[in-house]
């Protein structure tokens, strides 16, 4: 088999052998297969797709390209939350330790930055010392010790995904329901859960900006999770603004200190809170909404939350004084308004323009050797719908250069329309599949 002749067949849109699929990605992830084949390749299933069968092959040679851990004798239901990508959501930072606090156990695989959007990765390095590269047995251990980990693909568990999701980071290849599928179920199946509860994302943040293509992506990916004896729900939500207010890899663990002190801002409560009640329902089918409801914010309530938070990332060598007292981490040096030029009503936010200035900024990656800088971002001060006045901060810019900051500023005017008319602000939880 040559690695040419399958970039070839897939340019044409012919349908690959499960074998033809294995053999590329076991070649590329063995250093076999260069990247430049390989994006290739991602380039030819992104125009031309995949059929169910490919997608199955895909997901499995991702999934077979390391170990799956095994939680059998775990106390608790064993469980996860995934999203799709999105701007500023930092959801699984403030769920992850609420659940465990509830019993459940939470080992999460998670990603960097990924195109315009965010990583759970980037975000937890923005906490000094936090290391998210712990071999399988200490992942393993901590997650039954302490209720709930968060690591990254590593060298046994999902290698496959570690390499393409950084290729794909920058060879705009990202946006396709296959690559996705297979990059996600690959990742959460070799965790080793019982329930798994996806946030697929849609709007002008999100990788599927339709309704129709991310209901085709919640079914492709609730389909793959129960054909392998996950219980997997998704619930479709709105990225057509940005989750919460801050955006930026510090900045969104501040937002999530404040949300699990009681303080985080309705919609960004309300996804997540809805994420939470699925898993909690999940592990205990007596419980109702409201009933799940209450125990996540008792949690919140009493602060155990908090404090599980605080002492996951100690035990991934964090510092605990900068989460116990966030003025104390570093702050971008140059922090600037943006604007409005004249009154009316913020009618839409080109969320997918603003994830790509916030790479600008240094908060993501432009290639994937980019080292992140963990202060910068946005700070947004307006939602859909609301009434504006001109000279009104639409949004505080953190950056750390001048030039950045001053290109930032220019490019702006294209990410909020205002317009005369109001809008409903959108639904934030769309749909729920499986
Ligand atoms: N999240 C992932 O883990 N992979 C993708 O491809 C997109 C979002």
């Known amino acids: 088999m040559l690695p040419y ?6 340019s044409y849109g012919m349908e690959l052998t499960p074998e033809e699929i294995t053999f590329f990605v076991n070649g590329y992830t063995q250093n076999a297969i260069p990247d430049y084949q390989m994006s290739a390749l991602l380039m030819a299933i992104f125009i031309k797709g995949m059929t169910n069968e490919e997608m199955l092959a895909l997901t499995k040679v991702m999934l077979e390209s390391g170990d799956r851990l095994d939680f059998s004798g775990a106390e608790g239901f064993v469980a996860d939350k995934h999203s799709t990508g999105g701007v500023g959501d930092k959801v699984s930072l403030i769920l992850a330790p609420i659940l465990a606090v509830l019993g459940i156990k939470i080992p999460m695989i998670s990603g960097r930055g990924l195109g315009h959007t965010g990583g759970t990765l980037d975000k937890l390095e923005s906490i000094p010392g936090f290391n998210v590269n712990l071999s399988a047995d200490q992942f393993h251990d901590m997650v039954l010790s302490n209720g709930v980990s968060l690591i990254g693909q590593t060298q046994n568990i999902c290698p496959a995904d570690k390499k393409l999701y ?3 980071d920058v060879t705009a290849t990202v946006r396709s329901i296959p690559l996705i599928s297979a990059s996600i179920m690959s990742k959460k199946i070799a965790e080793g859960i019982q329930g798994l509860v996806l946030d697929v994302k849609t709007g002008s943040g999100a990788f599927m900006q339709t309704y129709d293509d991310s209901k085709a992506l919640a079914d492709s990916l609730v389909a793959i999770g129960q054909l392998y004896g ?3 729900t998704a619930l479709i939500t709105d990225m057509n603004q940005p989750l919460g207010r801050y955006i930026g890899n510090w900045l969104e663990v ?3 200190l404040a949300c699990l002190r009681g303080e985080g801002p309705a919609d960004l409560m309300e996804v997540t809170f809805a994420l939470g009640n699925e898993i909690l329902k999940m592990a205990d089918h007596s419980l109702s909404d409201d009933d799940a409801l209450k125990k996540q914010q008792g949690v919140i309530d009493d602060g155990s939350a908090l404090e599980k938070f605080i002492a996951t990332a100690r035990l991934h060598g964090g510092d605990p004084k900068v989460l116990e007292k966030p003025e104390l981490h570093s702050k971008a040096s140059l922090q600037v308004d943006f604007k409005a030029a004249h009154s009316g009503y913020l009618q839409a936010v080109d969320t997918m323009q603003l994830g790509f200035l916030g790479i600008e900024l240094d908060a993501g990656r432009r290639q994937s050797s980019d080292v992140i800088d963990p202060d910068t971002g946005f700070v947004i001060h307006k939602r859909l719908g609301d009434k504006i006045q001109a000279g009104d901060a639409l949004i505080t ?13 220019t490019q702006l005017d294209q990410v909020f329309e205002i317009g005369e008319e109001t809008v409903e602000m959108p639904k934030l939880v769309y749909k729920q599949i499986g």
Request: hydrophobic fraction near 35%; aromatic fraction near 0%.
């Open 5 to 10: 002749q399958i970039i070839e067949k897939k």
């Open 166 to 168: 950084a290729l794909r």
């Open 230 to 232: 996950i219980h997997t």
């Open 254 to 256: 501040e937002e999530s």
């Open 397 to 409: 810019i953190h950056a750390n250069k001048k030039t950045t900051l001053d290109s930032v500023l």
